[in-house]
């Protein structure tokens, strides 16, 4: 029997990557994308809920999925301030997870960092631990958490920090092997296609996704 995906931050570099390997996947009779804005996508499976993510519970019911792909991030320059920024990485992932999971929702596919530790002094990676760690408590039979290096890849709005960063990483490339594996960038696309990868292996638990797991591919 064919499934439904609700995706979150089809926007964003990774979400952008995977939305249409969704609706590629025979996995899926429908795609849900939920967001402040519509994609400029006209496709059968597709439906679109466009809303502010502050305001899911008012339309939860359009929100019914098997599998859920949260794409959902931004940066402390973004945001503007540490208080929008928790808002994005973590309040609205955890809102998402919660009625997801009040939903009914089987799997929990999600995008974390590299770093994350809900101890960490580095306050970015604080709150992407903290969002695993409350991501964790939700009760979907499978629980997938990824956690990229600097990702690579056409955003809708550059960053230069990352763009520097990635030149330093794309010279020092032929050095990270082994234990240093993790530290290569990463491109979008390779994330979103282990997002799919384990979405389609249907199993339970809960796995972390270490960043060498992509650059191997």
Known sequence: ???????????????????????????????????????????????QVVTELDKLEDVRLKLIADDVFC??????????????????????????????AGNFASQFMVVSSM???????????????????????TPFRAIHIFRPSLLLGERAAPRLGERLGAVVLRLLRPLLR???????????????????RAAEDDGGGLRVHSSEEFTLR
């Open 115 to 137: 770093g994350a530790d809900a101890d960490s002094r580095i306050y970015y990676s604080r709150v992407k631990g903290e969002m695993e760690a409350a991501v964790r408590q």
């Open 178 to 196: 082994g234990p240093l594996l993790k530290y290569r960038s990463v491109p979008g696309a390779a994330v979103a296609a282990a997002m799919l």
């Open 71 to 100: 794409c959902l991030g931004t940066t402390m320059a973004q945001a503007g301030s540490k208080e929008a920024f928790f808002k994005v990485d973590f309040l609205y992932v955890v809102q998402l997870a919660a009625l997801a």
């Open 1 to 47: 029997m064919q499934k439904t995906a609700l995706l979150a931050g089809a926007t964003g570099l990774i979400g952008s990557q995977l939305l249409p390997l969704l609706l590629a996947s025979e996995r899926y009779a429908k795609v849900i994308v939920v967001g402040r804005k519509a994609v400029p996508i006209l496709h059968p499976k597709l439906v």
